[in-house]
Protein backbone atom coordinates (compact mmCIF):
# COMPACT_ATOMS: atom_id res chain seq x y z
CA UNK A 1 0.00 0.00 0.00
CA UNK A 2 1.42 3.42 -0.81
CA UNK A 3 1.27 6.45 0.72
CA UNK A 4 0.12 10.22 -0.75
CA UNK A 5 3.19 11.50 -2.24
CA UNK A 6 4.07 14.70 -3.64
CA UNK A 7 5.71 16.40 -6.12
CA UNK A 8 7.51 18.83 -6.07
CA UNK A 9 9.13 18.78 -2.75
CA UNK A 10 10.85 21.73 -2.76
CA UNK A 11 10.53 24.93 -5.20
CA UNK A 12 11.37 28.55 -5.79
CA UNK A 13 9.09 30.98 -7.66
CA UNK A 14 8.70 34.98 -7.59
CA UNK A 15 6.23 37.48 -7.07
CA UNK A 16 3.61 37.32 -9.60
CA UNK A 17 4.06 33.86 -10.47
CA UNK A 18 2.10 30.58 -10.78
CA UNK A 19 2.84 27.35 -9.57
CA UNK A 20 0.96 24.08 -9.65
CA UNK A 21 1.50 21.40 -7.15
CA UNK A 22 0.68 17.57 -7.52
CA UNK A 23 -0.63 14.98 -5.05
CA UNK A 24 -1.10 11.38 -5.35
CA UNK A 25 -3.67 9.90 -2.81
CA UNK A 26 -3.56 6.43 -0.68
CA UNK A 27 -4.38 3.51 -2.13
CA UNK A 28 -8.10 3.48 -1.79
CA UNK A 29 -8.74 7.14 -0.41
CA UNK A 30 -11.22 8.97 -2.82
CA UNK A 31 -11.23 12.03 -0.59
CA UNK A 32 -8.18 14.55 -0.87
CA UNK A 33 -7.22 17.68 1.45
CA UNK A 34 -4.69 20.36 0.96
CA UNK A 35 -3.49 22.86 3.58
CA UNK A 36 -0.73 25.30 4.25
CA UNK A 37 1.12 25.11 6.83
CA UNK A 38 3.55 28.17 7.05
CA UNK A 39 6.82 27.90 9.76
CA UNK A 40 6.18 27.25 13.22
CA UNK A 41 2.35 26.97 12.47
CA UNK A 42 -0.23 24.23 12.39
CA UNK A 43 -1.58 23.69 8.74
CA UNK A 44 -4.32 25.63 7.74
CA UNK A 45 -7.24 24.28 5.50
CA UNK A 46 -6.90 25.57 2.10
CA UNK A 47 -9.41 23.18 0.41
CA UNK A 48 -11.11 19.84 0.09
CA UNK A 49 -11.95 17.40 -3.14
CA UNK A 50 -14.12 14.65 -3.52
CA UNK A 51 -15.66 12.96 -6.78
CA UNK A 52 -13.69 15.45 -8.51
CA UNK A 53 -15.30 18.18 -7.23
CA UNK A 54 -14.57 21.36 -4.25
CA UNK A 55 -16.10 20.05 -1.12
CA UNK A 56 -15.34 22.90 1.48
CA UNK A 57 -13.03 25.75 1.25
CA UNK A 58 -11.07 27.38 4.06
CA UNK A 59 -10.16 31.14 4.25
CA UNK A 60 -8.18 31.62 0.69
CA UNK A 61 -8.80 33.73 -1.76
CA UNK A 62 -9.46 32.13 -5.48
CA UNK A 63 -6.37 32.43 -6.94
CA UNK A 64 -5.92 28.75 -5.07
CA UNK A 65 -7.74 26.79 -7.07
CA UNK A 66 -7.70 22.55 -7.58
CA UNK A 67 -8.34 19.82 -9.76
CA UNK A 68 -9.30 16.27 -8.76
CA UNK A 69 -9.28 13.36 -11.10
CA UNK A 70 -10.73 10.61 -11.69
CA UNK A 71 -8.03 8.74 -10.40
CA UNK A 72 -8.15 10.84 -6.98
CA UNK A 73 -5.21 12.30 -7.83
CA UNK A 74 -5.29 15.89 -7.78
CA UNK A 75 -3.30 19.55 -8.10
CA UNK A 76 -3.16 22.83 -6.42
CA UNK A 77 -3.19 26.34 -8.31
CA UNK A 78 -2.10 28.93 -6.93
CA UNK A 79 -1.87 32.23 -9.69
CA UNK A 80 -0.47 35.56 -8.92
CA UNK A 81 1.79 34.48 -5.73
CA UNK A 82 2.64 36.52 -2.87
CA UNK A 83 5.79 36.27 -0.60
CA UNK A 84 3.08 35.37 2.33
CA UNK A 85 2.15 32.33 0.09
CA UNK A 86 5.86 30.92 1.17
CA UNK A 87 5.01 27.95 3.27
CA UNK A 88 5.23 24.14 3.42
CA UNK A 89 1.80 22.64 1.11
CA UNK A 90 0.17 19.45 2.43
CA UNK A 91 -1.94 17.21 0.67
CA UNK A 92 -3.74 14.62 2.62
CA UNK A 93 -6.10 11.84 1.17
CA UNK A 94 -9.15 10.21 3.63
CA UNK A 95 -12.08 8.38 3.01
CA UNK A 96 -15.78 9.88 2.33
CA UNK A 97 -17.33 10.96 4.99
CA UNK A 98 -19.38 8.23 6.80
CA UNK A 99 -17.07 5.50 6.38
CA UNK A 100 -15.31 3.74 9.36
CA UNK A 101 -11.67 6.24 9.48
CA UNK A 102 -13.65 9.22 7.34
CA UNK A 103 -11.67 11.24 9.94
CA UNK A 104 -8.19 10.00 9.79
CA UNK A 105 -6.27 11.88 7.29
CA UNK A 106 -3.04 10.51 5.86
CA UNK A 107 -0.22 13.49 4.84
CA UNK A 108 1.94 13.42 2.42
CA UNK A 109 5.53 14.99 3.24
CA UNK A 110 4.69 18.51 1.23
CA UNK A 111 5.49 20.95 -1.24
CA UNK A 112 7.64 23.66 0.18
CA UNK A 113 7.22 26.32 -1.59
CA UNK A 114 9.26 29.77 -1.47
CA UNK A 115 8.06 32.82 -3.19
CA UNK A 116 10.97 35.84 -3.44
CA UNK B 1 -14.52 31.74 14.98
CA UNK B 2 -12.73 28.05 15.31
CA UNK B 3 -9.84 28.07 16.88
CA UNK B 4 -7.48 25.04 18.32
CA UNK B 5 -5.25 26.04 20.96
CA UNK B 6 -2.18 24.51 22.60
CA UNK B 7 -1.15 25.80 26.44
CA UNK B 8 2.56 25.22 26.25
CA UNK B 9 4.65 25.64 22.82
CA UNK B 10 7.27 23.56 24.33
CA UNK B 11 7.83 20.40 26.04
CA UNK B 12 10.87 18.78 28.08
CA UNK B 13 10.59 15.17 29.11
CA UNK B 14 13.38 13.30 30.90
CA UNK B 15 13.21 9.89 28.89
CA UNK B 16 11.21 7.19 30.45
CA UNK B 17 8.45 9.62 31.87
CA UNK B 18 5.11 9.98 30.80
CA UNK B 19 4.28 13.31 28.76
CA UNK B 20 1.32 15.07 29.13
CA UNK B 21 0.47 17.39 26.52
CA UNK B 22 -2.25 19.63 26.52
CA UNK B 23 -5.00 21.70 24.14
CA UNK B 24 -8.04 23.78 24.03
CA UNK B 25 -10.46 23.84 21.03
CA UNK B 26 -13.44 26.13 21.18
CA UNK B 27 -15.64 24.48 18.06
CA UNK B 28 -18.38 22.74 20.63
CA UNK B 29 -20.22 20.92 16.94
CA UNK B 30 -16.43 19.67 16.37
CA UNK B 31 -16.90 15.70 15.72
CA UNK B 32 -14.20 14.31 16.20
CA UNK B 33 -10.79 15.89 17.57
CA UNK B 34 -7.30 13.76 16.36
CA UNK B 35 -3.55 14.49 17.39
CA UNK B 36 -1.17 14.09 15.00
CA UNK B 37 2.61 14.20 15.47
CA UNK B 38 5.54 16.04 12.77
CA UNK B 39 8.62 15.56 12.61
CA UNK B 40 10.77 17.81 10.98
CA UNK B 41 10.42 17.07 6.98
CA UNK B 42 8.07 15.33 7.16
CA UNK B 43 3.85 15.94 6.69
CA UNK B 44 1.82 15.16 10.00
CA UNK B 45 1.10 11.49 11.23
CA UNK B 46 -1.70 10.10 12.59
CA UNK B 47 -1.83 9.24 16.40
CA UNK B 48 -4.65 8.65 17.80
CA UNK B 49 -8.43 10.02 17.75
CA UNK B 50 -11.50 10.46 19.73
CA UNK B 51 -14.95 10.90 18.95
CA UNK B 52 -16.89 13.61 20.56
CA UNK B 53 -18.99 11.06 22.39
CA UNK B 54 -16.00 9.88 24.39
CA UNK B 55 -13.65 11.28 26.77
CA UNK B 56 -11.42 8.80 26.60
CA UNK B 57 -9.27 6.44 24.62
CA UNK B 58 -6.03 4.59 24.43
CA UNK B 59 -3.64 3.24 21.98
CA UNK B 60 -0.64 1.96 22.55
CA UNK B 61 1.58 4.04 24.45
CA UNK B 62 -0.93 6.87 23.93
CA UNK B 63 -4.05 8.32 26.14
CA UNK B 64 -6.29 10.82 24.85
CA UNK B 65 -8.54 12.71 27.50
CA UNK B 66 -11.47 15.00 25.85
CA UNK B 67 -13.02 16.90 28.23
CA UNK B 68 -16.01 18.73 26.55
CA UNK B 69 -16.97 21.06 30.01
CA UNK B 70 -14.10 22.54 29.63
CA UNK B 71 -13.10 21.79 25.44
CA UNK B 72 -9.98 20.50 26.80
CA UNK B 73 -8.28 17.54 25.04
CA UNK B 74 -5.00 16.05 26.03
CA UNK B 75 -2.69 13.30 24.82
CA UNK B 76 -0.42 11.50 27.10
CA UNK B 77 2.66 9.82 26.24
CA UNK B 78 4.26 6.70 28.37
CA UNK B 79 7.42 5.95 28.83
CA UNK B 80 8.53 8.37 26.60
CA UNK B 81 11.33 7.71 24.28
CA UNK B 82 13.81 9.11 21.86
CA UNK B 83 12.05 8.75 18.92
CA UNK B 84 8.93 10.49 20.40
CA UNK B 85 10.91 13.64 20.23
CA UNK B 86 8.46 15.56 17.68
CA UNK B 87 6.04 18.84 17.43
CA UNK B 88 2.54 17.17 18.49
CA UNK B 89 -0.80 18.96 16.73
CA UNK B 90 -4.50 18.83 18.37
CA UNK B 91 -7.13 19.25 15.60
CA UNK B 92 -10.80 19.06 15.55
CA UNK B 93 -12.58 18.27 12.66
CA UNK B 94 -15.99 20.08 11.72
CA UNK B 95 -17.72 19.36 8.59
CA UNK B 96 -14.88 18.43 5.71
CA UNK B 97 -12.02 20.14 7.32
CA UNK B 98 -9.46 20.03 10.33
CA UNK B 99 -8.59 23.10 12.52
CA UNK B 100 -4.98 22.34 13.85
CA UNK B 101 -3.20 24.06 16.46
CA UNK B 102 0.20 25.80 16.67
CA UNK B 103 1.56 22.86 17.87
CA UNK B 104 3.91 21.32 21.14
CA UNK B 105 7.21 20.52 20.39
CA UNK B 106 8.63 17.44 22.61
CA UNK B 107 11.75 17.17 23.55
CA UNK B 108 13.52 14.35 25.35
CA UNK B 109 16.19 14.35 27.49
CA UNK B 110 18.16 11.50 27.33
Known amino acids: ETGVTQSPTHLIKTRGQQVTLRCSSQ?????VSWYQQALGQGPQFIFQ???????GRGNFPPRFSGLQFPNYSSELNVNALELDDSALYLC???????????????FGAGSRLTVL | GESVGLHLPTLSVQEGDNSIINCAYS??????FIWYKQESGKGPQFIID?????DKRQGQRVTVLLNKTVKHLSLQIAATQPGDSAVYFC?????????FGTGTRLTIIP
Open chain 2, 50 to 54: IRSNM
Open chain 2, 27 to 32: NSASDY
Open chain 2, 91 to 99: AERWTEKLT
Open chain 1, 27 to 31: SGHNT
Open chain 1, 92 to 106: ASSTDRGRVGANVLT
Open chain 1, 49 to 55: YYREEEN
